[in-house]
């Protein structure tokens, strides 16, 4: 009785908060939508990975085989270099990408003057908005064999670098495209943050004779470490996506052995050979992966005392 008295309390409250924010939740109502529509219902698809799907007879008429996609991508002898490859590529952009947009910020956090900080905010910001495309094309004008920075190596040098082709150039271009066309845009949030940040705080640290050094790191990273920490959480449930468009743009026949990652194959076996199932459970065993790292990074952040995602 009692337990039943506090659930119609508690819902009592709910109907009370929504209808003293109303205008919140029906703000809440085409981000909701957008992701009832375009993310949540095409999950029904998901169930292609455990059937032999044919495009003339449905979802639904296709014959079910369980398993067998899975085990045969598992006991596919590209598996352990798919793995190898998509693993190499995120820690790399972890590493040399995510730290990135935070030192960024940290320098422009340091311009006095906001005009110009507005304007080399607006220059930095500019690649976000260039297409993949065309950033390959350029970096192909740059590196081919003919190219600006190809020549500039070999006049410094004395030998001739194939920066488009070589399997140990690839995963550096790439991880470069990356930090110049995404950098600027990245630090929208931690300049957000920054802007959140006491400025009594910079005030008491110079009474006490601390530099600009030491206020940067007693003040303003552990001001914005727990924004640090939630991006770095949720860069885990991305940590195997890849890009597959990015990296059939770059990759070869050269450096095919470096470049082929579980988008790409994703892309390969779905787009190309037309193995809708079996390119479905690829793409729900990287999901599950992801989804398994999100909640181990949370629940890590969680022991260390940081807020995590909840």
Known sequence: MVA????RSGTRRLLAHMLRDRWLYILLLPGLAYFLVFKYAPMYGIIIAFKDYVPFLGISDSTWVGFKYFSYFFSNPAFGRL?????TLSLLNIIFYFPAPIILALLLNELRSQRYKKVVQTFLYVPHFISIVIVVSITYVMFSSTGIVTKAVQSLTGQTVNFLTSPGTFRSMIIGQTIWKETGWGTIIFLAALAGVDMELYEAAMCDGAGRLRQLWHITLPSIRATIVLLLVLRMGSVL???HEHLVLMSNA???SVSQTYDVFVYQQGIQSGQYSYATAVGLFKAVISVTL???SNHVAHRLGEPGLY
């Open 294 to 296: 999100v909640a181990l």
């Open 83 to 87: 793995t190898v490859n998509t693993l």
């Open 241 to 243: 996506d890849t890009g």
């Open 4 to 7: 039943t008295t506090n659930k």
């Open 254 to 256: 050269m450096n095919r």
